[in-house]
């Protein structure tokens, strides 16, 4: 069935196959996802709606199934119940239910940046009234969380699992990722894709013997094995440990140790993260509970996401650090209190700017990415000039100022390329054009072909007048008259430009039933109507 749901990813064509095998997203189901980790750290899990982890980028993951009788209960047989500790903070849990059994799973990160863990807790109540018997298997299989339809510089589905070794009770996956079982296991077997993957083993109740394989075909598949005995109301646990990093942690000394380290840890994260996420108070009623909630688990999802000083959008596809995504989110950081965040992605990013004023759009593991996204350089003014506002820092404006200007005057340098006689005077295609900057892809709609998008000159403008606050607070007149008069002598430049846009967009007018307005000017184009 791999080849099967390789091919069939996107249209949901695969079929013939217990649904149990296969992760939800396979089915062409959508399979919602969350971030684990701890603020600043390079690495994080992620953890699915069904409460499976994935534990590493591009995978394997850990996932549990239940066994009673003869029959090998899975997410299909649940009832499945997410929630947020305290409602907001960054430690899921999913809790699946049937008529007789409930089983949460409980995730979180632990540690500083470079030496965190992954904790999962696997909690089994007994809800019938008779006691129960059974099997958890918490399986490893190779597969990500991540769906396979999300595949910018990093495609999700199927995981790489060539090796599985063991080192006493943990397994080592391409000796690379451990996994600790805290709790003692009953069994644990290994499997080849020749083999058997393991999700068969668990339909039949028989673990495969072997204790470590190698697989060419890279699909090799794990369980352990947990047999369980629970009077009414009782509650089996099991705990795994996961380093995201070399350094693991000290192993507790037994079942009833492993079960109160989990505790401890949860205790001391969640303290951490109610201190990071409630420096701003809301005066919000009852009813605005669940806004509340959404603005604190934000917050810690940006500080998650975050690589060091590297404000980044995402974990997984996303895990690169855009000026645009970078300058919002550290407005939102700014208003939340995380002041020191947002100076050392300034100090970070603006290292990156190009000795002729330009501003990267984007940066990763390779550098600065020279693609022409005419916005960058009025973000970065911008998000100086609202650090200030909120930190009265005036130091940190004058060691950018040389920057400031060098972004000023690359901004210049690109609409003096359409204020010439050919745009001012040409045929109304050219015209249209006239005191914008170039095309760039800024508008990621417009990725195909560079465009003149109307994003690009509001952030021309908002860089330009950011950049004119700034000399009048570091109190620099001579730059201050430089900026209000255009480097051709048209004056009052920011004026001109608004002006230009005002126009542009009364040409046309909004779209008001789905909130949708004028992006571009090369052709009639719409997009969502912001503020």
Known sequence: ??????????????????????????????????????????????????????????????????????????????????????????????????????????????????????????????????????????????????????????????????????????????????????????????STFAGDEISEALAT?????????????????????????LAPDATLTVVFAVPLHAAAPPRPADDTAAAAA????????????????????????????????????????????????????????YERSWIRDGALTSTALL?????????????????????????????????????PEHDSTGQLIYALLKYYAFTGDRALLERYLPQVVAGVDYLEALRNQRLTPEFRDGPPEKRVLYGLVPESIS??????KPMHSYWDGFWTLRGLRDATTIAEILERPELVARLVNDVDGNPDMLTKLQTILRDLFMAVPVKRGDQKTLTLADYIDFGPLQA
């Open 443 to 448: 508008h990621e709609g417009y990725s195909a």
């Open 205 to 229: 109740g028989r673990l495969p013997a072997a204790q470590a394989v190698e697989d060419p075909f890279e699909r090799a598949s794990a369980a352990w094995q947990y047999d369980f005995q």
């Open 1 to 190: 069935f791999f080849f099967q749901a390789e091919d069939g990813i996107r249209d949901g064509t695969v079929t013939g196959v217990q649904t149990c095998a296969l992760p939800i997203y396979f089915l062409g189901r959508a399979t919602p996802w969350t971030v684990i980790g701890v603020a600043g750290d390079e690495r994080e899990a992620l953890f699915d709606v069904t409460g499976a982890a994935e534990l590493a980028k591009g995978g394997p993951r850990l996932e549990a199934h239940l066994r009673c009788g003869d029959r090998l209960l899975t997410w299909e047989d649940a009832t499945l119940r997410t929630a947020l500790a305290d409602g907001y903070l960054p430690i899921p849990s999913v809790t699946a239910c049937t008529s007789e059994l409930e089983l949460t799973t409980t995730a979180l990160a632990d540690g500083k940046p470079g030496e965190s863990v992954l904790l999962l807790r696997y909690q089994l109540r007994n809800r019938a009234a008779e006691p129960r018997t059974g099997v958890l298997y918490i399986a490893l299989r190779p597969f990500q969380v991540l769906p396979p339809w999300q595949e910018l510089n990093i495609t999700g589905g199927v995981a790489r699992v060539r090796t599985i070794t063991r080192d006493g009770s943990d397994a080592v996956v391409n000796g690379q990722v451990r996994i600790t079982p805290w709790t003692r296991a009953t069994a644990f077997g290994a």
């Open 335 to 371: 208003y939340t209190g995380h002041m020191d965040q947002v100076r050392a992605f300034l100090e970070w990013y603006s290292r990156y700017q190009y000795p002729g004023g330009k501003v990267p759009c984007v940066v990763d593991r390779r550098g600065p990415d020279p693609v």
């Open 262 to 317: 989990f505790d401890a840890a949860l205790a001391r994260v969640a303290a951490g993260w109610r201190a990071a996420l409630n420096r701003v108070e809301l005066g919000l009623s009852p009813a605005g509970q669940a806004f509340a909630d959404t603005f604190r688990a934000t917050q810690a999802y940006i500080l998650i996401n975050a690589d060091g000083s590297s404000i980044q959008p995402g974990s997984r596809t």
